[in-house]
């Protein structure tokens, strides 16, 4: 490896988000050398895009709260699919993780007495969410950044992973990459590798997701031989900015809902009493707030509509538009400016009157905004082991987003940022102990850096070919309308054979100019994972023949309890990379202990 710079690591964390931020942190706590890879710029992930709060049963608002209504809330959220083992261990954990941001520095807002206070969130029976206003990621970075430099974690910034190396026994031992700055290229080994790099929204045309988010991580850990699952659930937030253009697909935290902000249709109607319609009957309330305080009293969460679980309010949301009954740009109002003061709403939601006043000219203290539902969350992932994130390929470990299983098939919000925390803990010390049992040092393959290297150069190569910017925005189209909320058997056939036709055209782009800073050759590179990413999702909602949590099949609107059974798991058995068969099965989800069923008994 003399021709290339190189490093040589005990553990190294690809993605700098909350779960990388966190993992890095654990292994360096260890005494491991260490390192933190990251796409973009240190402070700049998509975490710092999550605004609700982190989900923990602190039972600061609530006494009655505890980890056992956590556990159960969202594995009725993720509707049974989810691995009742994580669930278990996030639920538990959460509260641990989020007093030990605090205690590095985190700035929570308080109850009156001086406690983490908590607000609403859809699905969590409970106020839940510890927050600071609306801007909770940006917080959680901070302080996990801060910890980091204090720490004197090696940190390796602009610098894009390609591919993940194993030694000759099949064990991972590093990955190779560029720098975005220059295009030179960059080796690192180590004894234990930990995959955070976030999701794949970028395949979708209306995304919240940032521009980091191509689904490197899931893409490198097939390629490397370690099983996906869940990979059709895909979780399109109901609030999305659908218009004016300047916003489209920036995310209306949850936040608004939970602080009193309604939604309503073209009628002016609030029309998500319609869709709990076995709890609630119109003609029990003379007015709106008559009728959200009964419903309140008498539904099951005691909490409004607007707060049901994610999947439901956008399938609500988007019954209403084809129905004819979306706002002018094809969503729906989400109304807190007739709910509370504008005082009440530039307190609480800071960064949602500054955003939207700034780059929208929208005031959402004087008028409603215009939302649908947009891609935003990857439920699927790499599969792990609960207690370690260990994948099923040795000597690699995945948390955050990157990882299968915690949220079923449908994530509660606020449960994402607990999630990085809870498992980021758990990959870093997964790793520290696998980096500390391996002897010797790991020599990545050099055949397969050569290999990556050719792959990645060849776009330089060609004179003519494809332009990855319109592959790019084909994929998108493909994924947006044929395997967007709403998905069908007959369009699901045709998106894979887009995405097989756009995966063979990718193997003939064409790039100009040098390597550094080029962003046609860095999309070039991106295309690989997503198109990877891409093909499994549609594959997953092809073969999951039922709706279930954030996968709506409309030729199967119900749940199957066949399919609740089973997760549907994806590998590639003859060798990893884009082009290569994926071969799809089902595997029986592990059976809950008793003491855990129990709580779904009803009398609890």
């Known amino acids: 490896m003399a021709d290339y710079e190189s490093h040589d690591y005990d553990v190294i964390v690809i993605g700098a988000g909350g779960a990388g931020l966190r993992a890095a942190i654990e292994a360096k ?20 895009m999550a605004e609700g709060g982190i989900a923990a049963a602190m039972g ?35 509260p ?36 600071v206003g609306d801007r909770t990621g940006l917080e959680m970075i901070r302080t996990l950044q801060q910890r980091a430099v204090a720490l004197d ?60 988010c191509t689904g490197d991580g899931h893409a490198m850990a097939l390629w490397a031989g370690a099983d996906l699952i869940d990979m059709e659930c895909v979780q399109f937030h109901p609030t999305g900015m659908v218009w004016p253009l300047s916003v489209r697909g920036l995310l209306v935290t949850e936040g608004v809902r939970g602080d009193g902000g309604v939604l309503r249709n073209s009628e002016q109607r609030r029309f998500m009493f319609d869709y709990v319609a076995e709890m609630f009957r119109a003609e029990t309330a003379d007015s709106e707030d008559e009728a959200d305080r009964w419903y309140k009293d008498h539904s099951a969460g005691r909490r409004p509509p607007e707060l049901l679980p994610r999947d439901e309010v956008a399938r609500a949301i988007n019954t209403e538009v084809k129905a004819d009954r979306g706002s002018p740009h094809g969503g729906v109002f989400l109304d807190i400016a007739s709910r509370r003061s504008a005082e009440y709403i530039r307190r609480r939601l800071p ?41 099923t390929v040795p000597g690699l470990f995945v948390c955050g987003e990157a990882a299968g299983g915690m949220h079923g098939s449908n994530r509660l ?26 002897g010797g040092t790991p020599v990545p393959n050099r055949a397969e850096i050569e290999h990556s290297v050719a792959e990645a150069m060849a776009p330089f190569e060609r004179d003519e070919g494809e332009n990855p910017y319109e592959l790019h925005q084909q994929l998108q189209d493909t994924m947006q309308t044929l395997v967007g909320i709403i998905r069908t058997g007959d369009e699901l056939e045709q998106a894979l054979e887009r995405v097989e036709e756009l995966t063979f055209r990718s193997s003939r782009v064409a790039v100009a100019g040098g390597r550094a800073y080029n962003p046609a050759w860095n ?8 198109l990877t990413v891409s093909k499994c999702v549609t594959l997953g909602a092809r073969d999951r023949k039922e709706s279930r949590g954030g996968h709506t099949r409309e030729d199967y609107p119900s749940a199957d309890p066949e399919f609740g059974k089973v997760n549907l798991v994806q590998r590639q058995p003859s060798g990893g990379g884009v082009g290569e068969e994926v071969k799809i099965g089902s595997e029986p989800i592990p059976e809950m202990p008793p003491e855990l069923a ?7």
């Open 96 to 131: 641990d993780r989020v007093q030990e941001l605090e205690a590095w520095g985190a700035l929570f807002d308080r109850t009156d007495d001086g406690r983490i206070l908590q607000r609403d969130f859809g699905g969590h029976r409970y106020a839940r969410l510890a927050h």
């Open 153 to 212: 974690i090696d940190v390796f910034m602009e610098c894009k992973i390609l591919r993940l190396l194993s030694d000759a026994d099949g064990v991972v031992s590093g990955a190779m990459g560029y720098w975005r700055a220059s295009g030179e290229i960059v080796v690192f080994s180590a004894k234990a590798v930990v995959i955070a790099t976030g999701g794949v929204g970028k395949s979708w045309k209306y995304t919240s997701n940032s521009w980091e």
């Open 413 to 438: 919000g606020g449960n994402s940022l607990s999630d990085l925390l809870v498992f980021g803990h758990r990959a870093g010390g997964g790793a520290s102990d696998y980096a500390e049992g391996r």
């Open 29 to 48: 706590g260890r005494g491991l050398r260490t390192a933190l890879i990251c796409k973009s710029l240190l402070g700049k992930a998509h975490t710092v």
């Open 523 to 530: 999309l070039a590179t991106d295309l690989p994972a997503m």
């Open 60 to 94: 600061n608002v609530h006494p009655e709260d505890n980890w056992q209504v956590h556990f159960r809330d969202t594995m009725r959220g993720g509707k049974m699919l989810n691995n009742w083992r994580m669930a278990q261990l996030h639920a538990q954990e959460a």
């Open 598 to 604: 129990t709580l779904f008994e009803e009398n609890h």
């Open 351 to 391: 960064s949602m009157y500054h955003q939207f006043m700034e780059l929208a000219g929208v005031d959402i203290t004087a008028e409603a905004m215009e939302v649908g539902p947009t891609c935003h969350y990857m439920m699927g992932g790499v599969r792990v082991d609960a207690d370690t994130a260990a994948a």
